[in-house]
Nanobody, 116 residues
Framework: QVQLVESGGGLVQPGGSLRLSCAAS????????MSWYRQAPGKERELVAS????????NYADSVQGRFTISRDNAKNTVYLQMNSLKPEDTAVYYC?????????WGKGTLVTVSS
């Protein structure tokens, strides 16, 4: 079955950096686009970044453009989210996501807290 397991979250000071990882299994990873979403307390889940199956094209939310970078390693079945210049408003649970045959798959999420 499809499994997405996030890691790398934690507490970081404003201006700091974190790298999130999502290990995927149960499907042919190299054939599918992948995305990162986040959900802050009291807010709806929002798309942060997405990457095509080959990694040749990426898209970002306006709020993270220029600070976050999504990438993938198809040999390791892993997608990454490098987050730099973190702000308190980036505090959220970050989820790995993909869509296979119109079904959405989600990881359990990893918490990122940006605070001094």
């Amino acid at each position: 079955q499809v499994q997405l397991v996030e890691s790398g979250g934690g507490l970081v000071q404003p201006g700091g950096s974190l790298r999130l990882s999502c290990a995927a299994s149960g499907f042919t990873f190299r054939n599918y686009a992948m995305s990162w979403y986040r959900q802050a307390p009291g807010k709806e889940r929002e798309l942060v970044a997405s990457i095509t199956s080959t990694g040749g094209s990426t898209n970002y939310a306006d709020s993270v453009q220029g600070r976050f970078t999504i990438s993938r390693d198809n040999a390791k079945n892993t997608v990454y989210l490098q987050m730099n210049s973190l702000k308190p408003e980036d505090t959220a649970v970050y989820y790995c996501h993909n869509n296979i045959r119109y079904f959405n798959y989600w990881g359990k999420g990893t918490l990122v807290t940006v605070s001094s």
